[in-house]
């Protein structure tokens, strides 16, 4: 999961920092909300998904700076058409903590394409990255806090065996 997602916003640092990349992750994190959803979920963000008229361009890539930044599922020919989540098949065992590492780098990049003053002075921008910041956080952030926290656990959990003299 983190690596589809780390290799997906890998692909979006090609695109203009600002809005254009604030919309970009926030159209990512909704193609990768629905690859992650059960069945259920999958079949209502189906139903509620707009028609594309090609299989991939499905946002606009103009928009108007007065109206909100939006994100959705789109669908071609019955298929959802996913225009940022790229989903390799990937034939080798990944390195757990290289792809940590390597996702937190790309974050790290891909904020840093934030900074600019259309994030900050445009009010629909603005709310976008705040919705997006807050589903990196819930999809990335307190996962591995959560592993981290449970991994620290346990080694505590050793030392005071290993200090009881139980082994």
């Not at 189906?46 to 361009?57: D, I, L, N, S, T």
């Not at 590492?101 to 976008?128: G, P, Q, R, W």
Request: one cysteine or more; hydrophobic letters at 45%; a negative charge.
């Amino acid at each position: 999961q983190f690596f589809c997602f780390g290799l997906s916003l890998g692909r979006i640092l090609d695109a203009p920092g600002g809005a254009p990349c604030v919309s970009a992750v926030l159209q990512l994190i909704e193609e990768f909300e629905y690859w992650m959803a059960g069945s259920t979920a999958q079949g209502m963000k189906w139903m509620m998904a707009r028609a594309a008229q090609e299989p991939y361009a499905t946002t606009p890539h103009v928009r108007n700076p007065d109206e909100p930044v939006k994100a959705g599922i789109y669908r071609f020919q019955n298929e959802v058409a996913y225009e940022h989540l790229f989903l390799p098949d990937v034939g080798i065992e990944l390195d757990y903590f290289e792809v940590v590492i390597s996702l937190c780098e790309t974050l790290a990049l891909v904020y840093n394409k934030f900074l600019e003053e259309d994030c900050y002075s445009n009010l629909f921008v603005f709310d976008a990255l705040l919705r997006m910041d807050a589903k990196v956080k819930h999809h990335v952030i307190n996962l591995l806090a959560k592993e981290f926290t449970e991994l620290s656990m346990k080694v505590a959990e050793e030392e005071m065996q290993s200090l009881r003299g139980k082994p």
